[in-house]
């Protein structure tokens, strides 16, 4: 796992994502990527055309997680994705990018545990990667 730099983004939203509204956001997060991204297949791709794919791929393979910063999320998803998250879940863009650059790599690491994208290419959102977002707010 990565150091605290990509997941800083979510202890420090401030007035923005709380514990409670993780667990509403990680639902609408999961449908944008399954159902508008083309599952992690289709994440994967943006991310590689963003000249992020390294960072990506790090998520995906056995080893350490390489942070992301919110602008980088930004350029990977594009503006129309992350306006999507953040009209579906009420929360700024601001606040969306800031938790992306800290859910995406969990969420990524937690879908991919034999190191691939599974055939389904979908991302898993469960108990797990919820306990394991929940500890950055202790």
């Not at 994502?17 to 449908?31: K, T």
């Not at 399954?34 to 297949?41: A, E, K, T, V």
Request: avoid cysteine; charged fraction near 15%; aromatic fraction near 2%.
């Amino acid at each position: 796992m990565g150091g605290l730099g990509g997941l800083g983004g979510l202890g420090g939203l401030g007035g923005g994502i709380n514990l409670g509204s993780l667990s509403a956001l990680l639902p609408v997060i999961l449908s944008v990527i399954n159902n508008q991204q083309g599952g992690l297949g289709g994440l994967a791709d943006k991310f590689q055309r963003g000249g992020l794919g390294d960072i990506f791929n790090s998520w995906v393979n056995h080893g350490e997680n390489r942070d992301i910063s919110p602008q980088q999320v930004d350029t990977a998803l594009g503006p129309d994705t992350v306006d999507s998250i953040a009209q579906q879940s009420g929360h700024s863009r601001d606040d969306i990018l800031g938790s992306l650059s800290g859910i995406l790599p969990q969420l990524v690491d937690k879908s991919t545990p034999d190191g691939q994208i599974p055939a389904d290419g979908q991302a898993r959102g469960d108990n797990d990667i919820l306990n394991s977002l929940s500890s950055l707010f202790k």
